[in-house]
């Protein structure tokens, strides 16, 4: 079956008492047994639960994943998928990742001893270069954030397996109806649900997938030892967001390529980065890697800091929060508000400037949200 389908139908069965076709919020902390030990399969809901694991069925399947685990947000999944790791590893990570992925590495799981490297893998060859002996896994993100850069997950993937690494992606911006990752190579996926797989800005949650028995068995002793699940309620807002999600992504992707189209001609926007665009660095591997661009854009206003505040003031249908991946248009200053948690002189080094502001293109009338960017640019 094609995506769009099994986004609705896979690993979604009637439930079984009254046959409703949704699945139930089991919202329930412990299970009745029979007698100690004649249980159902079900003993206590850290551990199983039904809507949870409705979720994950889905999620592995559109990943091409044998197993998925839900988690309580994407970083919950990142904290537990570090914890494969011990003292004295070392991870190599693309250098722009998410704002609270540098701060959950840097800040505390390096403060348990596992020591990381940030590169720009835009150059395969860079990988390389930052290799240690006790070098153990490469953490990607693709397109990253802020700065929509491009990695090449199966050549990346080639490289590291030949050092026997255990490559990591983070999917969140491209989600799985546009790339997925473990078909070009990479072991395992995370993902904040929070973002365009719930969709509709109402919920935070996570997910890591893999294809390999080891790393999944030891991923669900770690969840359930760490305890860091996603209620029931949580669970079924993200299944009810999965069944939408290939129609979303495709008006997210035909909006924003319009967007971009229209913020390259402005005169007061000095560069777009967009993947979609030809002149993006990364162009030609997004379009070999991804089924399209996705529904984010960073741009540089011209006028540094003030005028990036009035315009981020001044426009009205996008919204300025942080976040991004759901039904409405959203506007933020990377700087001042996602990145903030990164040291000024890193962001300085990165090009997370003043001027620089990311936009999460929603799914309304392409025209107002053009309308929106223009009257806000004119002032
Ligand atoms: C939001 C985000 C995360 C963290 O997810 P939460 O659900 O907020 O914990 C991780 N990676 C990326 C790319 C994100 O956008």
Redesign the pocket.
């Given at each position: 079956m094609r995506i769009a389908t099994r986004a609705i139908h896979a690993g979604q069965h009637p439930e079984a008492i009254t046959g409703a076709i949704m699945t139930p919020v089991f919202q329930t902390s412990t299970y009745v047994q029979h007698g100690p030990g004649e249980h159902t399969g079900y003993e206590y809901s850290r551990t199983q639960n039904p809507t949870r694991e409705a979720l994950e069925r889905n999620i592995a399947d559109l990943e091409s994943a044998s197993h998925a685990f839900a988690f309580a947000?994407?970083?919950?999944?990142?904290a537990t998928v570090m914890h494969l790791f011990k003292a004295g590893d070392h991870i190599v990570c693309n250098d722009d990742?998410?704002g609270?992925?540098h701060r959950l590495f840097t800040q505390v799981m390096a403060t348990h001893g596992l020591e990381f490297t940030f590169v720009d893998l835009g150059d395969v060859n860079a990988l390389e270069g930052a290799l240690r002996p006790n070098t153990k896994a490469l953490w990607l993100?693709t397109p990253s954030?802020p700065l929509l850069k491009i990695i090449d997950l199966k050549a990346l993937s080639t490289k590291a397996h030949a050092h026997e690494l255990v490559v990591i992606c983070?999917n969140?911006?491209a989600t799985p109806i546009l790339q997925r990752p473990l078909e070009l190579g990479c072991d395992i996926v995370?993902?904040?649900?929070?973002?365009y797989m719930g969709g509709h800005s109402d919920v935070?949650?996570?997910a890591a997938c893999t294809n390999n028995d080891t790393h999944a068995k030891r991923l669900g002793f770690l969840r359930n030892s760490l305890g860091n699940v996603p209620g029931p309620w949580d669970a079924w807002l993200v299944l009810r967001g999965m069944k939408t999600l290939p129609l979303r992504m495709k008006a997210h992707c035909e909006n924003a390529s319009r967007i971009a189209a229209y913020l390259v001609e402005h005169k007061r926007i000095e560069r777009v980065m967009y993947p979609g665009l030809k002149t993006h660095p990364g162009h030609a591997i997004a379009a070999s890697q991804m089924s399209a661009f996705g529904g984010m854009i960073t741009f540089i206003l011209e006028g540094g800091l003030p005028q990036a505040e009035r315009f981020l003031k001044s426009v009205k249908i996008f919204a300025l929060a942080e976040?991004?991946?759901g039904v409405e248009s959203l506007i933020e200053h990377p700087a001042l508000m996602t990145h903030a948690s990164i040291p000024a002189h890193i962001r300085a080094q990165l090009g997370i400037n003043d001027g620089l502001i990311r936009i999460s293109v929603g799914i309304e009338d392409v025209n107002d949200l053009l309308e929106d960017l223009d009257q806000a640019l004119s002032i």
């Open positions: 947000s994407g970083c919950a999944a990142a990742v998410y609270g992925t993100e954030n983070d969140t911006f995370v993902h904040s649900t929070t973002k935070i949650g996570g976040s991004l991946g």
